[in-house]
Nanobody, 130 residues
Framework: EVQLVESGGGLVQSGGSLRLSCAAS????????MSWVRQAPGKGPEWVSA????????HYLPSVRGRFTISRDNAKNTVYLQMNGLKQEDTAVYYC???????????????????????WGQGTQVTVST
């Protein structure tokens, strides 16, 4: 059974930092591209960042590039999202997600995210206060 378990969310002041983790099990983690997708209150899901299976060049939503860093440890079956310079608009539930054969097609928004990504974690809440 595929399991993705996120942790590391919380309440932080604007400008602060958080590090999210996603522990994976039940599938060949090292062979899967991994993404982070977020959903803000009252909005649809929004892709944030992705890292290829072999740990190649990461990809970022333009609004988070330079502030967020995605990484992975295939020996620990874990993907991370280091978030610095957090802003109020980053407030959301953050999910790690994956699918077989993404082949670089990571971007999604709204209902398209649920079609593109087959496996999701339960999410971790990130709240950024002023």
């Amino acid at each position: 059974e595929v399991q993705l378990v996120e942790s590391g969310g919380g309440l932080v002041q604007s400008g602060g930092s958080l590090r999210l983790s996603c522990a994976a099990s039940g599938f060949g983690f090292g062979n899967f591209d991994m993404s982070w997708v977020r959903q803000a209150p009252g909005k649809g899901p929004e892709w944030v960042s992705a890292i290829p299976a072999g740990g190649g060049s990461p990809h970022y939503l333009p609004s988070v590039r330079g502030r967020f860093t995605i990484s992975r440890d295939n020996a620990k079956n874990t993907v991370y999202l280091q978030m610095n310079g957090l802003k109020q608009e980053d407030t959301a539930v953050y999910y790690c997600a994956t699918s077989p054969n993404l082949s670089g097609g990571y971007y999604c928004s709204g209902s398209g995210c649920r079609r593109l990504y087959v496996y999701w974690g339960q999410g971790t809440q990130v709240t950024v206060s002023t």
